[in-house]
């Protein structure tokens, strides 16, 4: 199955098949999408545990910038790939040490709000709002 993904000098496996919205490969798998390292992950080590996501360990917050760009999406190694919980994964994932917002506002008490784990920047949503 090498053939559906590209080894990389870092170890990462990049996905070579579809790419989603938010930049993670995807297979189907009759006529159900499937998340590429998912897929590999459960073929190559097993059942990732009830309640929990998997981890591209292979990302680094200090120096990616992460979101949909981000190359680490595509690695399907199973090497790369460790079972966490979801708040965990957004711990490790580096939102929560940006210091800005992808626009560049600073990320204030005043200028950032919450919804779940996620942080939002308030300026930002004013200028959407603004232009609907």
């Known amino acids: 199955m ?10 990462c496996w990049h ?13 189907y798998v009759g006529r159900t ?3 590429a390292h998912r897929w590999v992950y459960e073929r190559e080590v097993g059942p990732v545990p009830a309640g929990l996501v998997l981890d591209h360990t292979c990302h680094d917050a200090a120096t990616c910038a992460g979101g949909k760009r981000c190359l680490h999406r595509r690695c399907v190694n199973p090497d790369h790939l460790n079972p966490t919980t979801r708040s965990e994964n957004t711990r490790r994932g580096g939102n929560t040490v940006k210091t800005h917002c992808k626009q560049g506002h600073e990320f204030t008490p005043a200028n950032t709000y919450r919804y779940g784990s996620a942080r939002y920047c308030r300026e930002c ?7 609907r």
């Open 125 to 131: 949503n004013r200028v959407s709002h603004q232009r």
């Open 2 to 11: 090498d053939s559906t993904w590209e080894r990389q000098p870092d170890g």
């Open 15 to 27: 996905w070579q098949g579809g790419i989603n919205h938010s930049g993670y490969g995807y297979i």
């Open 33 to 35: 999408q499937v998340m």
